[in-house]
């Protein structure tokens, strides 16, 4: 650094180093033609998982894979591309490739194309028999092939990933075999060689489960479109954009850090490079305005590691609930949404307080910015004004059925709003110099201008679809190109962004507005990608197949329009644009060898839950630890979760949590009267899991940051923890409170949800930093968060002062269904047996319908009861009815009903907790205000001495 290099901070070449060794591989071979093989063999990874996603071969007839053919040749591609790039230890060869390392490459490659290879019609035709052919019947061959694959697997992924997710794999695999001679409570039949040789290999239970079927089918795309994004620009674009509109606030460069994590959150997959590339930048400029190595180096930690709870890619977790939970990816995207987001807005606000707490200054802009006050009172009362308007237009059209239907009156209403907005901005732009008025004008004619251009595009793709039918493709590409040159084209009068040198201080800030508008056309693939899977609904690999076309298209043609629009010389911009492509699909290629080896390593853990049920063991030791206390079950599973997360990849993370302990939640839960959606189940583990990234005494993205800043990594991490309290408080959120992930909420009750959670994770910070206004007394900082806690979930309070149910006579079900009002739902408890014949108790959910009658209502969920000696007992459940999703099953007693009671708002509870801010404020403002008159007193009194 320009400050010297501080004791423990790696040079820029050692950081490369550290992600080439946890993400892409260390070895870079100086021998030219292996160089070039190893690249031409990640290129072909990368043109095979672009060949397979797109709709080519099935317009084309040829180059068909199946989803089971497609994972074989994904892991020979990873497998062998893993022994050729990452090193066996510390002191192997860097710049050559020992001749042990290309056997283990060729055979492990081998083991997994066998299954693809042995699994032909030619070989059932030489043979007489294939694969398919003997399900759970492996010969010799398959069996020694099985273990070798594994061996194979194994020590690639202590290679690539590190001891941790190898060392679980082995214990799982030890377990399936010793599976007798465990104790008590661990103990099980235990299964043959052959039978774990098919189910881990040859089965889609296993390696070649749907972990790694995801990574197949969705993540590559991902991981590629995020690597060519970073090679045409974005990547420093998004670092550029954040430091220019962020840098100048009081710990600016902390605040820019935290953006600019985000946004390369939304194409990085993992957080130590999202920590080393964009903390290569943020932590020296954080320093430089008064953090410590270890507080910068948390700070990055933090809003790095959030980059992979950040939706649409989440650490490629996203794409596997899809898989396990059943929902669709646009439901996945919803529900992760605003925690996502309510948990960078407070990590931004714990930077702002740290700042505040010690008086730090931004670093300066090139030019003063109009007044913010002004700024903000013009988007209130524009937006304020612009709802009342749009509320009367529309009851107004709802009165009249001449527009329509429903969709088409919201449009006009949106329409008619935005040109409301824009000629209110015209005349108000008539006030000449007068800063207030040309700053409100500018807000209204934005808001104005950002309702129809969001809106008319629906109601213009509606249009085009219709006139255009069949080609509306066509069309469309058509439309792209017009934009994307426009965008060049306006783009090109603005300077590129250069990259920065992080050893030389900033003196000022880029200019906002020359920055933002330099790299337009970066946003435009993200648009795509993000109509693609939200409005058009397309599949997840679609959508990122056709964004990932529209990013090499511009790969190859952004330099040669630049150099023309601005009238350069535009030779040799083609070829460097094809170099750019190439590097961006091997860089790719690299940055997904982890990942495909987690996924399948993580497929060996899935399978031996599958076939050993040690979810059940798992399920009753939580139980036993937390004697059925559901917060306690919530901490254990949560402290597991940060245990088996330890050193694992994202991918590899969400994998191993989900599988052991997600069960154990959604288990634990209903024996305990906590019914809770599978979504936020997987959200809990999958938040907690990802804290491993930061929880020392493994936390390898504290460690990255530390390497970085030169400070102590446990401490590093100690502290990044403390900042990452308000993402460990959302989880438990998620499971009491799920309107947070905004399930059966209504759109206005979503904004309402986002606004109050946003405020309440803002108190919580405060509370917790123990800075509010000034630093906070200890029983301010207890006020805060109770604070919080009442705005996160008003209804426990609620439930304290008014039952939430009544209990009636399980007998009057049906009575009690006929009376029960539509859309409520009652809580019953029943008793049974599990299904090893152990009694159990289960708490379900009964809907009340619509149907006229309780014995209707009854029929409609799926249920079937009879009376015997005073007790209602379940005679069956129709297939695949609400009933028997919800766990009722034939012979079950039920011990209580309960009818949910007309409970007063349980927003009421706000009042006395804004109350309770509200007298926080005031008393901390009295503070403020005399620490600001000492201030006064003693620089006058310093002055009138001198």
């Not at 099985?146 to 290679?159: P, Q, S, Y």
């Not at 933002?516 to 197949?545: D, Q, T």
């Not at 059966?744 to 919580?764: K, M, N, Q, R, S």
Request: contains cysteine; glycine residues 8%.
């Amino acid at each position: 650094m320009s400050e010297g290099t501080n004791k423990g901070q790696l040079s820029a070449s050692e950081l490369e180093d550290l992600v080439a060794s946890t993400d892409t591989g260390g070895r870079n071979p100086t021998n030219r033609h292996v160089a070039m093989l190893i690249a031409g063999v990640a290129l072909a990874w990368s043109l095979f998982q672009i060949w397979i996603a797109s709709p080519l071969p099935y317009s084309l007839g040829i180059g068909v894979f199946s989803s089971r053919e497609a994972r074989p040749i994904h892991l020979a591609f990873a497998l062998f591309l893993a022994y050729l790039v990452f090193p066996a230890f510390r002191n192997s060869p860097r710049r050559s490739v020992p001749i042990a390392d290309w056997a283990l490459a060729i055979g492990a490659s081998a083991c997994a194309l066998y299954l693809f290879v042995f699994d032909t019609a030619l070989i059932k035709s030489l043979m007489g028999t294939r694969l398919a052919d003997r399900p759970n019947n492996p010969n010799g061959t398959d069996v020694v092939v099985a273990v070798l694959g594994i061996l194979f697997l194994l020590e690639a992924t202590r290679r690539a990933l590190g001891p941790p997710l190898m060392i679980v794999a082995i214990i799982f695999l030890g377990y399936t075999f010793l599976g007798p001679y465990a104790p008590g409570l661990l103990a099980w039949k235990g299964a043959s060689f052959n039978a774990v040789a098919f189910h881990q290999w040859l089965s889609t239970e296993g390696v070649f489960g749907i972990a790694l079927g995801v990574s197949t089918d969705l993540v590559f795309l991902f991981v590629l479109f995020g690597a060519l994004l970073d090679k045409a620009g974005a990547g420093n674009y998004f670092i550029k954009v954040a430091f220019s509109l962020m840098g100048h606030f009081s710990g600016g460069p902390a605040k820019a850090a935290v953006v600019a994590s985000g946004m390369t959150g939304l194409i990085s997959g993992s957080s130590i490079a999202n920590v080393v590339t964009t903390g290569t930048f943020t932590i020296p400029m954080m320093r430089r305005v008064g953090f410590s190595p270890e507080k910068a180096g948390a700070v990055e930690v933090a809003s790095s590691v959030n980059g992979q709870i950040m939706p649409p890619v989440m650490g490629a977790a996203a794409f596997l609930m899809v898989e396990y939970i059943g929902i669709s990816y646009f439901e996945v995207v919803k529900h992760a949404f605003i925690p996502a987001i309510i948990s960078y807005i407070a990590l931004v606000y714990i930077v702002h307080l740290e700042a505040m707490r010690k008086g730090m200054e931004g670093l300066p802009r090139a030019s003063e910015p109009k007044p913010l006050k002004w700024a903000l009172v013009s988007f209130g009362v524009t937006i304020s004004v612009m709802l009342a308007i749009a509320g009367g237009i529309y009851y107004l059209f709802a009165a009249f059925e001449a527009l329509g239907s429903s969709q088409n009156r919201l449009f006009a209403v949106l329409i008619v709003l935005g040109l409301i907005a824009c000629v209110m901005a015209l005349l108000r732009s008539r006030a000449g110099e007068d800063t207030r008025m040309r700053v409100l004008s500018t807000g209204a004619l934005v808001i104005g201008v950002s309702a129809i251009a969001s809106f008319g595009l629906f109601f213009f793709m509606d249009v085009l679809t219709r006139v255009t039918g069949n080609w509306t493709q066509w069309a469309v590409a058509v439309l792209l190109l017009a934009v994307y040159v426009g965008l060049v084209r306006y783009c090109s009068q603005f300077p590129d962004l250069e990259m920065d040198d992080p050893n030389v201080p900033v003196v000022r800030l880029p200019e906002p507005g020359p920055t933002v508008k330099s790299g337009l056309h970066f946003l435009l693939p993200v648009f795509v990608l993000i109509w693609c899977l939200m409005v058009e609904r397309l599949s997840p690999s679609l959508s990122a197949f056709w964004a990932a076309m529209l990013m090499i298209f511009i790969l190859l043609t952004q330099r040669p329009l630049f150099a023309y629009f601005r009238k350069e010389p535009t030779e040799g911009t083609v070829a460097r644009g094809w170099s750019e492509l190439i590097d961006g699909m091997i860089a790719g290629a690299r940055n997904m060898i982890g990942i495909g080896i987690a996924t399948a390593a993580a497929g060996i853990i899935v399978g031996a839950v599958s076939q050993t049920g040690v979810g059940a063991v798992l399920a009753a030791l939580v139980e036993f630890l937390s004697q059925g206390q559901i917060l306690l079950i919530l901490i254990f599973t949560a402290i597991l979760s940060l245990i088996l997360g330890m050193g694992l990849p994202t991918t590899a993370n969400y994998i191993v949590v989900s599988s052991l302990l997600a069960p154990v939640i959604v288990a634990l839960g209903q024996q305990n009267g906590l019914i809770v959606p599978l979504v936020a189940v997987h959200l809990f583990v999958f938040y907690f899991g990802i804290m491993a990234d930061v929880t020392p005494p493994v936390g390898l993205a504290s460690f990255a940051a530390a390497a970085v800043s030169g400070g102590d990594p446990i401490r590093t991490g100690f502290v990044a923890f403390f900042y990452s309290l308000r993402t460990a408080l959302l989880p438990f959120l998620f499971i009491f409170n799920t309107d947070i992930l905004l399930i059966d909420v209504t759109p206005l009750e979503g904004v309402v949800v986002f606004i109050v959670a946003t405020a309440a994770i803002l108190v919580f910070t405060a509370g917790a930093q123990g800075y509010f206004i000034v630093r906070s007394r200890l029983w301010e900082s207890a006020a805060l968060i109770l604070v919080a806690f009442t705005l996160f979930r008003p209804g426990f309070w609620m439930d304290l002062a008014v039952a939430p149910y009544d209990q009636v006579e399980p007998t009057s079900l049906v009575e009690t269904l006929e009376r029960a009002t539509p859309g409520t739902e009652l809580r019953a408890t029943v008793s049974g047996m599990n299904d090893v014949g152990d009694p159990i108790t289960l708490t379900m959910m009964i809907p009340v319908g619509n149907e006229a009658t309780g014995d209707e209502r009854l029929e409609a969920f799926g249920l079937m009861v009879f009376e015997q000696d005073g007790k209602l007992i379940v005679d069956g459940t129709a297939y695949d009815s609400p009933a028997q999703q919800a766990g009722f099953d034939f012979d079950q007693i039920f011990e209580t009903l309960d009818v949910p009671t007309a409970q007063p708002p349980r927003e009421l509870f706000y009042i006395p907790a804004l109350l309770l801010l509200g007298l926080v404020y005031m008393l901390q403002r009295g503070r403020k205000r005399q620490l600001v008159e000492e201030k006064k007193r003693l620089k006058a009194d310093k002055e009138a001495t001198a």
